[in-house]
């Protein structure tokens, strides 16, 4: 639910080191969750180079299943994450954003509950790639991003996406 990204840094690569941290938090919380956003089509997409043409990472984006929601909450605390306030608090009861700094760097979980049709992919669940490009617009923002356009692509030629190198692929 980040803010569309700024068109003029499309072409520079994401910060490693936020990428590392932010990951191993991921992976941490990924027996619990499903990822979505640029997160989820970076795993969906083969080994690649970090541009921030390719998919968001400002944020990690996952949905919890409304029965585990309270163990969610609980790891987060262990972990040390805070909740945090976010313009959608007032319209949403099943939104929630949560952040904590690791080695300098901010991590921002964006935490919807609700239950999302997934697929396993190295290791972690994602939002199955049809209902994640059904976000795109509502609660998703980056969707001019590579991935998001040739997941569209793709399906609408009944291919499925995901580990297609079109995912991050420059546009010619």
């Known amino acids: ?16 080191e936020r990428l590392r941290i932010a990951e191993a938090e991921l992976r941490a919380l990924a027996p619990l969750v499903t990822i979505s956003g640029g997160w989820a089509w970076h795993f969906m997409a083969p080994p690649h180079e970090e541009l921030k043409i390719f998919h968001d990472h400002k944020d990690v984006d996952l949905f919890v299943e409304p029965a585990r929601f309270p163990e969610l909450v609980q790891l ?15 319209t949403s009861t099943h939104f929630y954003r949560y952040a904590k ?6 991590v921002i979980l964006d935490v919807f509950v609700r239950h999302v049709p997934s697929v ?23 969707e001019d991003c590579v991935s998001v356009l040739a ?15 079109e995912l991050v692929t420059r546009p010619r």
């Open 151 to 165: 997941a569209r692509q793709l399906l609408a030629r009944g291919i499925e996406p995901i580990g297609r190198s």
């Open 101 to 106: 700094y690791v080695e300098g760097a901010k």
């Open 120 to 142: 396993q992919v190295g290791g972690v669940s994602v939002v199955e790639p049809a209902t994640l490009l059904s976000f795109y617009g509502d609660i998703h923002s980056t």
């Open 1 to 16: 639910m980040g803010d569309p990204r700024n068109p003029k840094r499309a072409d520079e690569p994401w910060n490693p």
């Open 76 to 90: 987060l605390s262990d972990r040390g994450f805070h909740r945090i306030w976010s313009r959608f608090d007032a």
